[in-house]
């Protein structure tokens, strides 16, 4: 299906564990992003990547990794989770440039016990 | 510091009735605006941005944002509310030659009363 998918939708850890959120798009976009959305924060930028193999901080980086070995792939991990990394994250990605629009994923409601 | 702010948490009105959600912005340079919508359990929709030209954005499902430069706001309205449109908003700032720097508000939850 053509989009922007995120897996799992649902994800319930313990503290310490490592943790991989998927993002993968199908348009070929070459921006794409990860935010987390909290009550009282909205959404802030943890990570993001202009292209295959370059990838870049955000607003909240800490305990989070990135790759992109691939344009239409996007993983989030959170290295040792923490019960601070409870949150939804959303994937968004978009063409290019800073006028354009962004297409976010459904999210990824992750709960750390 | 550079910020986006929603000055109501949520706004309620009654169906049929215009609305409006607030949002003003402190950043430097010429900024692109946006306005996104999230229904429950759903990713942020693209609504309207506006990036040059007519202050006066329209967008989907009806709305429709003014740019004002001079009160740097960028508010959302839509003349007659729809139950359909109660969901949470996002106002967005994105900042020239930063395409890494988006900045988004905090959401406006609106609620429209049937």
């Known amino acids: 299906d053509a989009g922007i998918t995120q897996s799992p939708r649902y994800k319930i850890t313990e503290t310490g564990r490592q943790v991989t959120l998927m993002c993968h798009q199908t348009?070929?976009?070459?921006?794409m992003f990860w935010y987390r959305q909290d009550l009282g924060h909205g959404l802030r930028l943890i990570y993001y990547?202009?292209?295959?193999?370059?990838?870049d901080k955000g607003e909240v980086p800490d305990g989070y990794v990135v790759s992109r070995s691939k344009t239409e792939n996007f993983p989030l991990t959170l290295e040792s989770a923490t019960r601070s990394q409870t949150s939804v994250y959303f994937c968004?990605?978009?063409?290019?440039?800073?006028?354009?629009?962004?297409?976010f994923g459904p999210g990824t409601r992750l709960t750390v016990l | 510091a550079q910020s986006v702010a929603q000055p109501e948490d949520q706004v309620n009105v009654a169906e049929g009735n215009p609305l409006t959600v607030k949002c003003t912005y402190s950043v430097s340079g010429n900024p692109y605006l946006f306005w996104y919508v999230q229904y429950p359990n759903r990713g942020l929709q693209f609504l309207l941005k506006y990036i040059t030209g007519d202050n006066l954005v329209k967008g989907s499902y009806g709305f429709e944002a003014e740019f004002n430069k001079s009160q740097t706001s960028f508010h959302l309205k839509k003349p007659s509310a729809l139950v359909s449109d109660s969901a949470l908003y996002f106002c967005?700032?994105?900042?020239?030659?930063?395409?890494?720097?988006?900045?988004f508000g905090k959401g406006t939850r609106l609620h429209i009363l049937p």
């Open positions: 967005a700032v994105r900042l020239p030659n930063r395409d890494d720097k988006i900045i």
């Open positions: 968004a990605s978009n063409f290019a440039g800073y006028t354009d629009t962004q297409y």
């Open positions: 990547s202009a292209a295959a193999d370059i990838t």
């Open positions: 348009w070929s976009h070459s921006y």
